[in-house]
């Protein structure tokens, strides 16, 4: 970051930063701005003109510009720049304007029933709440960007994505939202650290308990974490809900189903965490996701949990020697999904339904998830896009072992929706698991405290429920 991405899609880390402000997008004056785009019939201005084609499927008329908006936190925005040169050798006479900011809620939403942006990359702390953009119909469905035809590689755009990107995007059936990252998520330590030493990395919580010992007498905390935003520790959190009890129950939580939150081991699956901070292994302070990253780099803490943004967020401090190493979150003896990984798309594109040039957006879309634009993302942030085989030729150990964790993972990957579905929930979960990690609450009474935060949603009928069924 500077602010950091997410999906995560869920995860993503806005989808995912999953929205640390997003429950208070109704308060703003803006919120009376979507709701005026509610029905409204989208812009005609330039999204008509040129004939279609398949370098140019959705007619795109030259001498037009199109506004691009980029998020610019941990991903940083070069590979976007890349994306406007690409863009450009297919369109030249077409005009891009791009600009990149931290604050899209504060700077885009404003605009979204006057004279939007064409483009906006929607991520970060100040992101705009997918769930209202989408009931009020404030953006774009593009369901047609994924059957128009892929930029540079055969097939169509949703044949070129790698699983669950569309998934990610898809809401009342309907395809919204373009993530174009793609982030692993887990426990990162030194490589380098751990040969000198002769530690093993631990693969469950009670390699990691027998571990803690040996490296407090090294003058280090054996984790660190990001304990100002709670969507951070809602990550690994989730992820050893999910590890522990599988799949289902997690769907039954997105899909506020009676006492879901009381299923079987979803309590013993948060209970490691509980004991992590009562045992003081826990690096001290409140430090947020820069300071928390910056402290595992000097040595101050063993593991860090994050996504894989991490390398290229903090490239200007990383000591030399230092070998950046995802591993999977620890697992417990029984646990039902022990080798799902998490991962998912993020950092996500909307197209306003006022946008002037909504074929142009559609259009830099396609170069965004086109073969060279992935890799080229891969490249300049060490980490995965969304496009299949990204990574592929990029020389890096971090993505590396984000790779190697990929492969051996099985073939569900973990994901939650709910943060997507309802900006309340969202928010309430954030700011439980803070209170979890802080020693605030045990692992029982975060349970029955999201039980009850899920039943005010599901019993309120003024919030429109969602759906997952996968």
Known sequence: MSDSPENIGDLSRRTLLQRAAAAGLLAVPAAGMLSACAGSEPSK?????????????????????????VFNG?????????????FNAKHPNITVNMSSTQKIKTEEQPKMATQPSDLVMNSGADIMDRSTLINEGAIEPLDDLLTAPAWDSEGTVA???LPGTVTDGTQNGKFYVVNVAYTVWGNWYNAALFKREGWQAPTTWDDFFALAPKIKAKG???????????????????ASIWKAV?????????????????????????????????????????????????????????????????????????????????????SKPGDKAAKDVFASSGEGFVVPSKAPNKAAAKEFLRAILSKAGSAKFAELTKSLASTKGSGDNVQDTALASANTLMKSGSTDLISVKFPDFYADLDKESQ????????????????VDKMQAAADKVAKDSSVKKQTRTA
């Not at 040129?50 to 001498?63: I, Q, R, T, Y």
């Not at 935003?229 to 959190?237: K, N, Q």
């Open 74 to 86: 941990g991903l940083g925005d070069q590979w976007a720049k890349e994306d406007k040169v690409l």
């Open 45 to 69: 201005s330039e999204d008509s003109g040129a004939a279609k084609s398949k370098d140019n499927p959705f007619g795109v008329k030259d001498g037009s510009a199109v506004k691009v908006v």
């Open 246 to 330: 599988g799949k289902q129950p997690i769907i039954d939580i997105d899909n506020l189903k009676d006492n879901a939150w009381k299923a079987d081991g979803i309590v013993a699956a948060l209970e490691p965490w509980e004991k992590l901070v009562k045992d003081k292994l826990l690096l001290p302070g409140k430090l947020d996701h820069t300071q928390s990253q910056q402290a595992w780099l000097d040595g101050k803490a063993a593991f860090i949990q994050v996504g894989t943004w991490l390398k290229n967020e903090m490239s200007a401090t990383i000591p030399p020697g230092f070998e950046m190493t995802l591993s999977d979150y620890w």
């Open 159 to 161: 044949d070129s994505l």
């Open 220 to 238: 280090m905390a054996p984790y660190v974490h990001d304990a100002a935003h709670g969507y951070y520790p809602r990550w690994a959190l989730f």
């Open 431 to 446: 700011n439980l698991s803070e209170e979890l990690m802080a020693g605030r609450l045990t692992a029982q009474q975060f």
